[in-house]
Structures are given as structure tokens and as C-alpha cells.
């Protein structure tokens, strides 16, 4: 088996460039739109939950969200009237799907049955995968009225029409609930500006993109929140479903993980980006920090509806907590700093000292089946990658 190959792919879906032909002035790609969907997806399980009774599957919900678009790491971002074209649909679904079969294929095989069902089976026509693909409509009219509000190319604002009226007429009630309260005048009125509620969440996740990650440094490999926070969800949702499926590790909430991962960084559309060695140069700062961004989570938690406010308080205030799950998060977090320092330092030497501090810390604060596995087969085989080409 080749597990490597799923953390190339999480590395590779920043290249997959979205909207481009369209010269959007705010720049997009896969990993970033399929945080944001991740992150929609938590919102529209608590809904379907808490505002229409349904029982949804929030694991499920989540993680097709998360890897609904992996294969495009191979396919490429196909446009949205191409892939609707009657000449071509059928074929380029068929392609899709034996792409993200062949991913899943190269993972081990205690892992592939839950990766096919969350990577081939995103979008199927089960009620997950209509909640799915009514996400991906979403998020894609978000960007459109971020386009719109800038003032950028036209086509943006007809796309955003044309998405708001397909939401309206043919989405679930729940993705048609949170649209109402984003907007509850037609998108192309006012600008979005929230100040509270729902909105002002949505309106902190679509800006983690603008947040840059390693600033001051000499980057081969351009990061950002967005970016970030989908790979440390993906790694997380790897390790937790290796510890479940290969070394039986039965005490894990998957869910409760996936999301803390997902959101581990959303304060930051508020706080910045602040670097590590600053944040942690003395305990009395280290302390001061994790004050302030415990704060500015408390605070962004509670402007939210009441029915969010429990599950978004774990996931978010909580996120790396003293528990099994806040643990994992802060290993995922870890791995993803140690493979963008593994990438980087062959152009910069700076990223030796990070690389190395990363690589003991996990060694010698966490004893997971998972940070073991990672030790010993992945970062061998992305580091014997990426040295001997």
C-alpha cells in the first residue's frame, strides 16, 4: 500500500486552481473550497439536527465534504458547464469516479472502506451526497458574491443570480435555511457585511484564506489558513480512522475530531496569523495567548444561534483540549508543519531548525499508533520522494 500518496494529494489540491479563466481579483483552489465546504457541512448537520429532526450521519456529512474533490488532484478543476455538457457528463463522472477509486485503492486496505465511501461515494444520490453537492452550490455562490462585492468581472455577477436561484428552488431546506439567514434579501443588494449571527461566522470562514501562513519566511510553497486548516482536517481524519481500523483504538470520536481540526484556526480571521516562537517565546506569553484566542473563540461562539453554540464551543474553544481528540488535533496540526518544512528546506535552511523541532515534539510527546505509523512509513517515503527527484 502506498498511504503517502493520500498526503501528496492533500499537499497537491492547493494547485488545483478554481475560477482562474475568470481573473477572480480574491484567487481560489481545491483545498480552500473544500475547507470551506467541510465547514458549511458543520453548520448544515446541526441544522438538519436541531432545526428539521432529521437524523444525518454529521461523520459522513463532514468528511465527503472535506474530500469531495480530491480526485481533481489528477482530473484538474473540470468547469461546471463542461461537466454538465450531455456529450461529455457521463464520461467525465466515469473518469471521476475510477480516479478516486484508484486513491482509495493505494491506501491500506483497513482504510478503504470508509475513504471510498467519504472520497467515490461523496456525491451519490443518497440524501448525504444531495446535501453534498447543494454545499459545493453554496460555497461556489459565496465566492461569487465576494467576487461581486469587489466589483470584479461580470460573470460573477450573473453566476451568482443563476447559483441563488438554483439554491432557492431546489435545495434542501436545511442549506435553503442557512442561505436565508446569510441573505435574507437577494445576494446582489447589499454587500456582505454581518456583524453578528451566522453570517459573521461565514463571513470569518470564506476570509481564512486571506490569513498568510509563515510570514517572514522565503516560501516555495504558499500557505494560508484555509489551505492549512483542510490538510490538518484531512490528516486528522486519516489518523483517527487508523487507529479505529488498523490498531483498534475503539474510544475515538471521529466527528467531534474532524471538526475540532476543521475550525482548530478560525479565530485567526480576527487575530492574525501570529508566529509560533513569538506566541510561545516566554510561558507567561504562551499563557497571555491562550487567553486571548480563548476570548476571541468564546466570542465567536456566542453570537451564534443557540442551537450551534454547544457543538461549535467544542469544537472551536475547545479544540485542543487535554483529551484524546484535542491531542489528535494538535498531532494533525504538527504533521502538516512538518511536511511543509520537509518540502521547504531543500530551497531554504530556515525550515531545517522547524523541521526538526516539529519532528521532536511528536517524537517525544506523543506515543499514538497513529504519530508512530507517520514516523515510520509516511515521512519516509515523502522525504525518499522528495530528495531523490
Not at 470562514?205 to 510553497?221: A, E, K, P, T, V
Not at 443557540?306 to 461549535?312: A, D, I, Q, V
Not at 521547504?344 to 506523543?366: A, V, W
Amino acid at each position: 500500500m502506498n498511504n503517502s500518496r493520500f498526503f501528496h494529494s492533500i499537499f497537491q489540491m492547493q494547485y488545483v486552481a478554481r475560477w482562474h479563466e475568470h481573473a477572480p481579483r480574491f484567487k481560489d483552489n481545491a483545498a480552500s473550497h473544500s475547507f470551506r465546504c467541510a465547514a458549511l457541512a458543520i453548520l448544515v448537520g446541526i441544522i438538519e439536527e436541531q432545526q428539521f429532526n432529521h437524523s444525518v450521519d454529521q461523520l459522513q456529512l463532514v468528511a465527503r465534504a472535506l474530500l469531495h474533490d480530491l480526485n481533481e488532484t489528477i482530473t484538474g478543476s473540470i468547469k461546471h458547464i463542461t461537466k454538465k455538457d450531455p456529450h461529455v457528463k457521463h464520461h467525465i463522472k466515469q473518469l471521476e469516479q475510477e480516479v478516486s477509486a484508484e486513491l482509495v485503492q493505494s491506501l491500506s486496505r483497513s482504510l478503504q472502506p470508509a475513504f471510498y465511501d467519504y472520497i467515490v461515494n461523496a456525491e451519490d444520490d443518497s440524501y448525504v451526497g444531495k446535501l453534498i453537492a447543494d454545499i459545493d452550490t453554496l460555497d461556489a455562490l459565496l465566492f461569487c458574491k465576494r467576487e461581486h462585492d469587489a466589483g470584479s468581472n461580470p460573470y460573477f455577477s450573473t453566476t451568482l443570480h443563476s447559483l441563488y436561484e438554483q439554491l432557492k428552488q431546489d435545495a434542501s431546506e436545511s442549506v435553503i435555511w442557512l442561505l436565508d439567514e446569510l441573505f435574507p434579501e437577494h445576494p446582489s443588494k447589499q454587500p456582505f457585511q454581518p456583524t453578528t449571527g451566522v453570517a459573521l461566522f461565514v463571513h470569518y470562514m470564506m476570509n481564512l484564506d486571506l490569513i498568510q501562513r509563515w510570514s517572514g519566511s522565503f516560501n516555495i510553497i504558499p500557505d494560508n489558513d484555509a489551505t492549512h486548516s483542510f490538510r490538518t482536517a484531512a490528516i486528522a481524519l486519516f489518523n483517527s480512522t487508523l487507529e479505529t481500523e488498523r490498531f483498534q483504538v475503539t474510544s475515538i470520536d471521529h466527528y467531534q475530531l474532524l471538526s475540532r481540526a476543521l475550525l482548530h484556526d478560525i479565530v485567526e480571521a480576527v487575530s492574525g496569523d501570529v508566529a509560533s516562537p513569538i506566541k510561545k517565546s516566554s510561558q507567561q506569553i504562551k499563557l497571555a495567548f491562550e487567553q486571548y484566542e480563548r476570548h476571541l473563540a468564546s466570542q465567536m461562539v456566542d453570537q451564534l444561534p443557540s442551537m450551534f453554540r454547544t457543538k461549535l464551543t467544542d469544537f472551536i474553544v475547545h479544540a485542543k483540549d487535554d483529551s484524546y481528540e484535542g491531542h489528535m488535533v494538535d498531532i494533525a496540526d504538527k504533521v502538516d508543519a512538518l511536511i511543509k518544512s520537509n518540502l521547504e528546506m531543500r530551497n531554504n535552511p530556515h525550515y531545517t531548525n522547524i523541521y526538526y523541532t516539529q519532528l521532536t515534539h511528536l517524537q517525544h510527546h506523543y506515543e499514538q499508533p497513529s504519530v508512530i505509523f507517520f514516523l515510520a512509513y509516511i515521512l519516509h517515503d515523502i522525504t525518499y520522494d522528495h530528495f531523490s527527484k
